[in-house]
């Protein structure tokens, strides 16, 4: 029921009209992303995950080192969710990490560790989209929850309940 096929979901996501070839001004060196991030464009791969395509992240990160330097020495946003939370890369780590918006400004109880790979938040994320479609198909929520639960915990231990957006 949530079986997703990372490369196929990958492939659902416009390609940018000229691929990035020069990524010296992205700190991260997570493949995946750096792939992402210079073949994509932006993309709503559901409701809580609006990706950014590079340019997008590059005025984003510029923003919070101009405005929030100590932020931007640590982390690199990725993404946002429409709803004024967003979604960070660990610089060094590499792990993805969620801002609570409702906590203020940046501040240390705002940021989430979901330690997640970038690989495996896209996979989050596609999940979290079968789940909307599924939901949007009016299918009973009791029959889809256990298999929801289970695709998640199989990313990571406990992820359902470490996901920021309760779906139940």
């Given at each position: 029921?949530?079986?997703?096929?990372?490369?196929?979901?990958?492939?659902?996501?416009?390609?940018?009209?000229?691929?990035?070839?020069?990524?010296?001004?992205?700190?991260?060196?997570?493949?995946?992303?750096?792939?992402?991030?210079?073949?994509?464009?932006?993309?709503?791969?559901?409701?809580?995950?609006?990706l950014f395509?590079?340019?997008?992240?590059?005025?984003?990160?510029?923003?919070?080192?101009?405005?929030?330097?100590?932020?931007?020495?640590?982390?690199?946003?990725?993404?946002?969710?429409?709803?004024?939370?967003?979604?960070?890369?660990?610089?060094?780590?590499?792990?993805?990490?969620?801002?609570?918006?409702?906590?203020?400004?940046?501040?240390d109880s705002?940021?989430?560790?979901?330690?997640?790979?970038?690989?495996?938040?896209?996979?989050?994320?596609?999940?979290?989209?079968?789940?909307?479609?599924?939901?949007?198909?009016?299918?009973?929520?009791?029959?889809?929850?256990?298999?929801f639960i289970?695709?998640?915990?199989?990313?990571?231990?406990?992820?359902?309940?470490?996901?920021?957006?309760?779906?139940?």
């Open positions: 029921m949530f079986d997703i096929n990372f490369e196929s979901e990958l492939n659902k996501i416009d390609i940018r009209n000229n691929l990035i070839k020069k990524l010296d001004k992205i700190p991260v060196k997570d493949d995946i992303y750096l792939k992402y991030i210079s073949k994509y464009k932006s993309e709503e791969i559901n409701p809580d995950l609006n395509d590079y340019e997008k992240a590059l005025n984003g990160n510029n923003y919070l080192k101009n405005n929030f330097p100590e932020i931007a020495k640590e982390y690199w946003l990725i993404a946002d969710t429409g709803q004024g939370d967003e979604w960070f890369m660990n610089i060094k780590n590499e792990n993805i990490i969620f801002y609570d918006h409702n906590k203020g400004e940046y501040n705002g940021f989430l560790q979901m330690n997640l790979s970038f690989e495996n938040f896209l996979k989050l994320g596609f999940l979290v989209n079968k789940l909307e479609n599924y939901l949007d198909e009016d299918m009973d929520e009791d029959i889809i929850k256990p298999f289970e695709a998640l915990n199989k990313i990571r231990k406990d992820l359902y309940n470490d996901y920021p957006y309760k779906y139940f």
